[in-house]
């Protein structure tokens, strides 16, 4: 069976960055090819309803089914997550990973990101750090709690950037995705 995933950037970031990097080489490793985005917003502010990047993804997922991967995931670090997640609730994928998720920013809530990853009906993984000001765990935990198909994996000590524990978070995502597109 063939199986792969989009990999979607962090805000501004490209198809080199390098956790998308870090992740296409370990999805690699358990044979999940890959096909890393660039939004074509990069560098400006975000379409309205983010219709230019979600168009993004499934253009990205679309090559992946013309070149006959049948097992086909969403993978999103941040914004790219968050974009992931949008597209999911519309289209859902075989899985959805989302490393990071700014679900609630302080004093900026965003009931949309809530809705979208509490409707999720594929297998979701979300890896988040348990210092991320911007996704707060127990934000994600009561989501989780009332949505069986969303896993979480906590890394202690971790920020939204996850630092020195990138390749925990990294590892934690490819191993999931592996046991779930088989």
């Not at 490793?29 to 975000?46: E, L, N, Q």
């Not at 997922?61 to 097992?71: G, N, P, Y």
């Not at 198909?149 to 390749?167: P, S």
Request: hydrophobic share 40%.
């Amino acid at each position: 069976m063939r199986r792969a995933a989009v990999l979607a950037p962090g805000y501004g970031g490209t198809a080199e960055q390098p956790i998308l990097r870090e992740l296409a080489s370990a999805f690699e490793y358990f044979g999940i090819a890959s096909r890393a985005v660039t939004f074509r917003t990069r560098g400006s502010r975000p379409s309205t309803d983010y219709l230019s990047e979600i168009e993004d993804l499934r253009a990205a997922r679309d090559a992946l089914r013309r070149d006959r991967h049948e097992r086909i995931a969403l993978v999103g670090r941040s914004f790219g997550g968050r974009i992931s997640a949008f597209l999911a609730e519309r289209e859902p994928p075989d899985a959805l990973v989302i490393l990071g998720h700014p679900i609630a920013p302080p004093k900026r809530p965003r009931p949309r990101d809530e809705a979208a990853l509490a409707a999720t009906t594929c297998p979701t993984l979300v890896v988040q750090g348990d210092r991320d000001e911007l996704g707060p765990f127990a934000v994600l935990e009561r989501i989780a709690a009332r949505n069986p198909r969303i896993d979480l994996v906590r890394i202690e000590g971790a920020g939204h950037d996850f630092g020195t524990r990138e390749a925990e978070a990294v590892a934690a995502a490819a191993r999931w995705l592996d046991s779930v597109l088989r």
